[in-house]
């Protein structure tokens, strides 16, 4: 594993920083798998150095930053001569605030966020044999099933990271209840702006676009509340999700049915026989997106319509 460090620290504060990191991965190496963490990249500019970084090994270029939320910290992975190669690129803040007595438990915290999806995606790879999320679901029959079956793997990835990660968080972590809350009704507010808009002038397949980032940043920040809820054996009641989805029932079949997937999924996580695992989480996706009046379905030339309604 090599620590590249491009902030500009000096060469006592960089060999300090190495130590700190090195350390850190071995105490969790007893639990998570990481054999094949490559690289910890802390960059000058996390953004610029990101992007950099995926083009130059062929992946998908972005992360998140859409207003609600700014990504500190991202797993990417790629393979090389047939090995899964994982690599982590984390803010010099975040790595800052590691060596810091006030700030170093949510940092470490973050960092060790990261290292669950390490060892998730390790474990995914010596299961189903692929890095990239589009190999998976290349044979999913129809463009619609493929990009549900992706939205699947996000929030199964992030629940497991969490729930992993579970155990370094500080005791005074929000564990993203206010985030979730906040999220449901903005969420249908963005998904009806974005649909206003698209009568205008958007296009359909951006429109598509949009509703998948909102439903997807609602979703992922669930599964984070789950992650570290299920890890204390809590979560909402049946009383709970029920006066939720009076008030906001476009959730109905969406926020019910997810946690109970995801427990099935953490059960048997290690022994799942094949990628269909993920079938009901890609459905509540379909179901998400029909809720707030989006209708994805393949024609038979190959491509896609997108009906919309505005009653929601």
Not at 11 to 35: F, H, M, N, W
Not at 46 to 64: H, S, W
Request: hydrophobic residues 40%.
């Amino acid at each position: 594993m090599e620590i590249q460090i491009n902030y500009p620290w000096t060469d006592e504060e960089k060999a300090t920083i190495r130590e700190g990191i090195t350390k850190l991965v071995d105490s969790v190496r007893p639990v998570l798998q990481l054999d094949s963490l490559k690289l910890i990249l802390v960059p000058h500019d996390f953004g610029v150095e990101l992007i950099d970084f995926q083009k130059k090994n062929g992946l998908r270029t972005g992360y998140t930053d859409n207003g609600l939320a700014l990504a500190v910290a991202k797993m990417l992975t790629y393979v090389e001569n047939e090995i899964l190669v994982c690599n982590i690129v984390i803010h010099p803040g975040i790595v800052l605030s590691m060596f810091n007595e006030e700030t170093s438990s949510d940092a470490v915290h973050i960092f060790h966020h990261e290292l669950c999806h390490v060892h998730d995606d390790i474990l995914k790879f010596d299961l189903f044999h692929v890095a990239e999320i589009e190999d998976l679901y290349a044979g999913e029959n129809g463009t619609v099933r493929q990009v549900s079956y992706i939205h699947a793997d996000l929030i199964w990835s992030e629940y497991i990271a969490t729930r992993l990660s579970s155990t370094s968080k500080p005791s005074d972590h929000h564990m993203y209840v206010e985030s979730f809350l906040e999220a449901i009704p903005e969420t249908l507010d963005r998904c009806k702006k974005a649909k206003e808009e698209y009568q205008g002038h958007l296009d359909v397949g951006e429109l598509f676009r949009e509703i998948q980032g909102h439903i997807s940043y609602l979703l992922k920040t669930y599964a984070y509340f789950l992650g570290y809820f299920h890890s204390i054996n809590e979560s909402f009641s049946e009383e709970q999700y029920k006066e939720i989805l009076e008030s906001v029932p476009y959730l109905k079949g969406v926020i019910d049915v997810i946690p109970l997937e995801l427990q099935k999924l953490y059960t048997n996580y290690g022994s799942w026989d094949d990628h269909m695992v993920f079938e009901k989480l890609a459905n509540t996706v379909l179901t998400s997106w029909e809720n707030v009046g989006i209708h994805p379905s393949d024609l038979p030339d190959g491509r896609l319509y997108i009906g919309v309604t505005y009653d929601v």
